[in-house]
C-alpha cells in the first residue's frame, strides 16, 4: 500500500544488486554506472572472482565478495544468508534488486528480514522446468519464497512470464516485463562486427587451431546436460562426414553441478574438429570467428549470449523454447528446432552449411533487430522510472537527477505493479 506521506532522503538512495556469481552482472554493462549517473549509491554482491574486481573498476561502483554456492548446500546457504543480513543491516539499502535463484532467495529473505523499503526479484531462467522428484520441489520452493518477498517481480521474456504464471509461482499481477525483456546489447560499441577484420577473424581461429577455410559452429555457455551438449554432439556425427570443413568452436566450461553423460566428455575433447577455447569473457572476438552460433539449452530465461551473436551478424540455431522463441525470430534471424532431438539440431545446422547466402541474410536481419529493439539506453531508463516508481509507493522521495526518458519506456510491456 502507498505510504500517506513521502519521505525525503537527504542521501542517494542505496541500490544493491545480488548475483550468485559475478558473470551474471555482465548483463547489467553500462547500467550500474547509468545508474551511479543518475544518483544512486550502487553496490554489487556476488560471489568472490577477479571478475567481480573488474566489474567494480569498469563501473566504478562498490563491491562485496560474498561467497554463494549455486548448487543446493543448506549450511553454506544460512552462512551466506547471515551475511547478506548483516551487509544490509550496514549498508541500509534503499532498493536490493537480486538476480539468479540463489542469490534471488536469500537476498529477497535477508532484504524481507532487514526491511528493505524496495524489493525486487529478477527472475532470468527457472531451473526447476528441467528437474524432477523432490530437487524440483525444492527448487520450486526457492522461486516462490524469492517472488513472494518481493514489491515486484521482473522477468528477460514474455515466454518464461506466462511459465512462471502457469507454475504459480507469481501471480500475473507481480510479475512484469521491461520492455523486451533484455538489458540491453551494445552493438555499436562492444557487439559490432565492424572491429573484426578478417585478419583478426583469422588470428582467432589460429590461436584456436580452426582451419582458415573451415565452417565454424560455435557454442557459448557452460558445457552441461541442460545446455543440450549431447545433441551437439550427436548433430556432429550426422554432419561431419558430409560436411568436411565443418568444425565446432565450443567457448565454455564443464561444471559438476548438471554433469554430461558418461563418456561425452572424453568423445568431445578426443575429436580433433572440435575445439576448446575455456570460459572467456571477450567473445566478440570468438563471434567473428564463427559462421553460425548454435545453442541447443532444454531452458532458457533469455539467451543472451545469442542477441550478442545476432549483433555480430550470426544466425542462430536453437531449441523452439520459452526464452529462446523471445529472442530468436524463426525463418528470419536464425532457426528454432525440436529441444532434446540430435537429428532435428543437424537439420537445422544443415540449411545454415548448405546455404552460405542465408547465413549472411538471417544475420544481418539478427543484427538490425538488436539495433531496434535492444538498446540498452532504453532499458537503463525503464529500469530508473521502476525503481523511482516503487520508491514512490513505499513513501521515499530519493534525492536522484531528474531525467527526460523516451516513449519506450511507456512501451506496453512496461507496467510495474505497486508494492505491497
Same mark, same amino acid.
Given at each position: ?13 542505496? *541500490?544493491?544488486? &545480488? ?18 549517473? !543518475? ?6 554482491? /556476488?560471489?568472490?572472482?577477479?571478475? #567481480? ?11 562485496? =565478495? ?34 539468479? =535463484? ?47 518477498? @518481493? ?21 500475473? /499481477?507481480?510479475?512484469? &516485463? ?8 551494445? @552493438? ?11 585478419? /583478426? ?68 575433447? !578426443? ?8 570460459? !572467456?569473457?571477450?567473445? =566478440? =572476438? ?5 559462421? &553460425? ?23 542462430? &540455431? ?30 537445422? #545446422?544443415?540449411? +545454415? ?6 547465413? !549472411? ?25 521502476? +525503481?523511482? /516508481? ?5 513513501? *521515499? ?24
Amino acid at each position: 500500500m502507498k505510504s500517506s506521506s513521502n519521505k525525503l532522503t537527504h542521501r542517494p538512495p542505496v *541500490l544493491v544488486h &545480488v548475483t550468485t556469481v559475478p558473470g551474471a552482472l555482465r548483463v547489467l554493462r553500462g547500467q550500474l554506472a547509468h545508474m551511479r549517473e !543518475q544518483g544512486y549509491e550502487v553496490h554489487a554482491v /556476488s560471489s568472490p572472482e577477479p571478475l #567481480l574486481e573488474e566489474i567494480g573498476k569498469r563501473d566504478q561502483i562498490q563491491i562485496h =565478495p560474498l561467497l554463494m554456492a549455486r548448487e543446493i548446500a543448506p549450511f553454506r546457504d544460512v552462512l551466506s544468508l547471515c551475511k547478506l543480513i548483516l551487509l544490509f543491516l550496514r549498508l541500509k539499502p534503499d532498493v536490493v534488486h537480486s538476480h539468479t =535463484p540463489k542469490a534471488g532467495m536469500l537476498a529477497m529473505i535477508a532484504a524481507f528480514l532487514t526491511r528493505v523499503p524496495v524489493r525486487v526479484y529478477h527472475i532470468r531462467g527457472l531451473r526447476f522446468v528441467t528437474a524432477s522428484g523432490f530437487k524440483r520441489k525444492l527448487l520450486k520452493t526457492c522461486e516462490w519464497i524469492a517472488c513472494h518477498l @518481493a514489491h515486484q517481480v521482473l522477468c528477460v521474456s514474455r515466454s518464461v512470464r506466462q511459465v512462471a504464471i502457469e507454475e504459480q509461482i507469481v501471480s500475473p /499481477s507481480r510479475i512484469q &516485463v521491461l520492455l523486451r525483456g533484455s538489458h540491453g546489447i551494445d @552493438a555499436e560499441q562492444v557487439f559490432h562486427p565492424k572491429y573484426q577484420t578478417f585478419e /583478426s577473424r583469422q588470428q582467432t581461429r589460429e590461436k584456436w587451431n580452426v582451419p582458415a577455410d573451415a565452417t565454424v559452429v560455435g557454442f557459448v555457455g557452460r558445457l552441461v546436460r541442460d545446455k543440450g551438449i549431447l545433441e551437439f554432439y550427436e548433430a556432429f556425427q550426422q554432419l561431419k562426414d558430409r560436411y568436411p570443413e565443418l568444425h565446432y568452436l565450443i567457448v565454455g566450461f564443464f561444471e559438476d553441478g548438471d554433469p554430461l553423460p558418461a563418456g561425452l566428455r572424453e568423445k568431445l575433447e !578426443q575429436e580433433p574438429r572440435i575445439h576448446f577455447t575455456g570460459k !572467456q569473457f571477450d567473445t =566478440p =572476438p570468438l563471434f567473428a570467428a564463427m559462421d &553460425v552460433l548454435c545453442l541447443p539449452t532444454y531452458r532458457e530465461g533469455l539467451p543472451f549470449v545469442t542477441l550478442e551473436a545476432a549483433a555480430m551478424e550470426l544466425p542462430i &540455431v536453437a531449441t523452439d523454447i520459452p526464452g529462446c522463441v523471445d529472442a530468436i525470430v524463426h525463418n528470419e534471424t536464425g532457426l528454432l528446432v525440436d529441444v532434446a532431438n540430435g537429428e532435428a539440431l543437424a537439420q537445422g #545446422l544443415q540449411v +545454415y552449411l548448405a546455404e552460405p547466402f542465408l547465413r !549472411q541474410q538471417h544475420g544481418q536481419a539478427g543484427r538490425e533487430r538488436v539495433l531496434r529493439d535492444f538498446r540498452p539506453l532504453d532499458m537503463w531508463r525503464a529500469t530508473d522510472e521502476l +525503481y523511482r /516508481s516503487l520508491m514512490s509507493n513505499r513513501g *521515499l522521495v530519493p534525492q536522484l537527477k531528474v531525467t527526460v526518458t523516451e516513449s519506450s519506456v511507456e512501451n506496453k510491456f512496461f507496467r510495474p505493479a505497486k508494492a505491497a
